[in-house]
């Protein structure tokens, strides 16, 4: 889609999970997408009028390039290109949402503008993240899930993360922190378990490796523990509504 331009747009259905801005596909159409970017789990394509089309996949959306004749019952928006691609978003369960931004808007996004560093960005590190957990009550699983500490980890990488860090999910956030927000070594383990877990399910995805086994604790409730020399089995438990997945022995 970078440097092609909508000819046409078919919108297939009055709604995703949220109704499609008034005359959504009138401004798009004859639109250049100068660039494509993605701010935690939204994908950002900034057109030539300087709008922004805000793009979230939700729990079951995809993109599928091609044509899509017939059209399955579940392709919701159809892109036409002039680069003659033809994109397709497709999403059974219509948790996506597209949705199109002024600048004004795009700047006063309700999610958008409150969300916290890119954990793959030189801008997230140890002293950043302790920054944030500082004096927090909360567990460190929750905190971790609060997008205004780090943006776009959801609930298994947090998990993994926190395995590969050996931290307990239970764990107090404020402990990874002086009382001055210094990072302790905690921190440091945290902070760089976490773009370590990113890093590989990145070149997974890119090689479509989607099998079984990927996951060190997730889903794999009453297995040995993956670290060496760690006689633990892998617990579950429910917290914030979510199941965490942890080793009760070297996570503390």
């Known amino acids: 889609m970078t440097g092609a331009r909508f000819v046409d747009v078919e919108v297939r259905r009055p709604d995703l999970r949220t109704a499609f801005p008034r005359r959504f596909a009138a401004r798009l159409k ?7 970017d993605r701010r935690a789990k939204y994908l950002l394509a900034v057109l030539s009028s300087g709008d922004t089309l805000l793009m979230h996949l939700g729990m079951s959306g995809s993109f599928r390039v091609g044509d899509p004749s017939p059209p399955g019952r579940h392709d919701h928006v159809v892109f036409h290109m002039s680069s003659g691609a033809i994109v397709t978003f497709n999403d059974p369960r219509r948790f996506g949402v597209m949705d199109l931004l002024t600048p004004r808007q795009l700047a006063a996004h309700p999610t ?46 947090v998990s993994e993360a926190l395995h590969v860090a050996r931290l307990s999910p239970q764990r107090q956030a404020s402990t990874i922190a002086t ?43 009453g297995e040995r523990c993956r670290h060496t020399n760690c006689a633990g089995v892998i617990a579950q438990r429910t917290q914030t509504g979510r199941t965490t997945y942890y080793c009760p022995v070297c996570q503390k």
């Open 30 to 36: 004859g639109q250049t997408v100068e660039r494509l």
């Open 112 to 157: 958008l503008s409150r969300l916290g560093p890119e954990p793959l960005s030189a801008a997230f590190n140890a002293s950043v993240l302790a920054r944030a957990c500082r004096g927090k009550k909360t567990s460190l699983k929750a905190a971790l899930l609060d997008q205004r500490v780090v943006a776009g980890l959801g609930n298994i990488y």
């Open 179 to 221: 009382a001055s927000g210094a990072p302790r070594p905690g921190a440091v383990r945290l902070a760089a378990a976490i773009k370590q877990v990113l890093q590989e399910a990145v070149a997974r995805a890119s090689k479509a490796r989607y099998r079984g086994g990927r996951f060190r604790v997730y889903d794999r409730a």
